[in-house]
């Protein structure tokens, strides 16, 4: 008779340990089910969010590879510092992984008359480098803390009050 009770709090015990591990695995697919907005994305891969322009609407990303796609609800353009004027497309693609961009389309910069796609952004510690393929360029990591808006840029205050 004892054996029979040890056989069955045994079997209650299995039972009851595959119901809480069943419950934990739902629980953890649940939160990982949620996906990241495309600035986290960035974020996750030590990127600042002020990468993309305000307004995207979303992402894909093959993890094992890093292809990537960047969806805007439009085009987008807008200047920096009064000097750099960058274009987005509806689709930005390219390959992510830790601290590097490449084969990126979509994201081009006007210098002098041309608009050069850049092709590349490396972080370097602090600093993010911009390729266009035959030259590159260097900015602050803390330049990239703020999404900047299409159209106005990173200057919508001073652009909305000069136009009213």
């Not at 029979?4 to 015990?13: D, H, R």
Request: aromatic content about 12%; some cysteine; hydrophobic content about 35%.
């Amino acid at each position: 008779m004892g054996w029979t009770i040890n056989i069955s709090v045994m079997i209650y015990l299995i039972m009851s340990t595959i119901f809480v591990l069943c419950v934990s695995a739902a629980h953890y697919n649940y939160s990982n089910d949620k996906k990241a907005s495309a600035y986290e994305a960035l974020e996750q891969y030590n990127f600042p969010m002020g990468l993309l322009p305000r307004g995207a609407t979303g992402y894909s990303l093959n993890r094992e590879t890093g292809e990537f796609s960047a969806y805007l609800n439009g085009s987008c353009s807008f200047t920096l510092e009064k000097s750099y004027e960058l274009r987005y497309k509806p689709v930005i693609k390219g390959v992510i992984s830790e601290g590097r961009l490449q084969k990126l389309s979509g994201v081009s910069v006007k210098v002098m008359v041309l608009w050069l796609n850049i092709v590349e952004v490396k972080r370097n510690n602090e600093n993010l480098e911009f390729s266009v393929g035959f030259t590159s360029a260097n900015f602050p990591v803390r330049n990239f803390k703020e999404c900047p808006h299409c159209g106005c840029g990173l200057d919508c205050d001073k652009t909305w009050s000069s136009s009213s």
